[in-house]
């Protein structure tokens, strides 16, 4: 399954873009209230009224660059679900975190607060995308096995919250410097279920061979 997330300017033409196509459209960000005076914001309704199905939330540069904290980040996890859209909930440490030691507290407790209004049933709407802040547009990559432990321990927290059938089910995506050279060997860890594709998402052939090598491998 692949979704195209641009940035919101785009979001219309590219819908007109992906009429009968496989891929889906979804927005990089939405507010939390249904309507009301929020001047640069944009709405659930707004963003399914041109098209999008999918919207992605927590992102850490919403979370440190504009401050957005967990209890925001729940509220606007309720409103995309509760609207209609499938979610992306992104979650991930800094350097100085990892090197602390405090990565799995830090995931922890940003994916127990992020799904903190999502209810069990929900959760069939809910992508889960572990981006270490340290590796995002940096270059640097998490090793498979970095990966993989995170990716593990956001599973058995999720088996915690919602039973082993959701943790199961539920997707959790790697993003962080993602790029055909290294997609192989991250996707093929067991808790690896896809990519949160950022630079390399700009660059077609590389975003391509990226799906295509996932599309032919799992």
Same mark, same amino acid.
């Given at each position: 399954e692949v979704v195209v997330v641009p940035p919101f300017p785009f979001l219309a033409a590219l819908s007109k873009k992906l009429v009968d196509s496989p891929i889906a459209l979804g927005a990089q960000n939405c507010h939390e209230a249904a309507s009301g005076a929020f001047t640069? @914001?944009?709405?659930? #309704?707004?963003l399914q009224s041109v098209g999008c199905r999918w919207v992605v939330i927590g992102h850490s540069e919403r979370r440190q660059l504009f401050g957005e904290g967990d209890e925001r980040i729940a509220a606007? /996890? !309720?409103? #995309?679900? %509760?609207?209609? =859209?499938?979610?992306?909930l992104c979650v991930g440490e800094t350097l100085d975190q990892r090197e602390g030691g405090a990565t799995l507290s &830090?995931? %922890? @407790?940003? =994916?127990? #607060?992020? =799904?903190?209004? &999502?209810?069990?049933? @929900? /959760?069939?709407? &809910?992508?889960i995308a572990y981006e270490p802040v340290w590796a995002i547009g940096t270059?640097?990559?998490a090793t498979p096995q970095q990966a993989q432990d995170v990716h593990a321990a956001i599973r058995r927290l999720l088996e915690q919250l919602y039973g082993p059938d959701v943790a199961t089910a539920t997707r959790i995506q790697y993003g962080g410097s993602v790029k055909p050279q290294n997609a192989a060997e991250l996707m093929d860890q067991t808790d690896v279920d896809g990519a949160l594709v950022g630079g390399a998402s700009l660059e077609?052939? +590389? !975003? #391509? @061979?990226? &799906? %295509? !090598?996932?599309?032919? +491998?799992?």
């Open positions: 640069g @914001e944009v709405s659930v #309704a707004a606007k /996890m !309720f409103a #995309a679900l %509760q609207g209609g =859209l499938n979610a992306i &830090v995931v %922890q @407790e940003q =994916l127990t #607060a992020g =799904l903190s209004k &999502v209810t069990r049933e @929900e /959760m069939a709407k &809910v992508v270059g640097r990559t077609p052939r +590389s !975003f #391509a @061979e990226i &799906v %295509q !090598f996932y599309r032919t +491998s799992k």
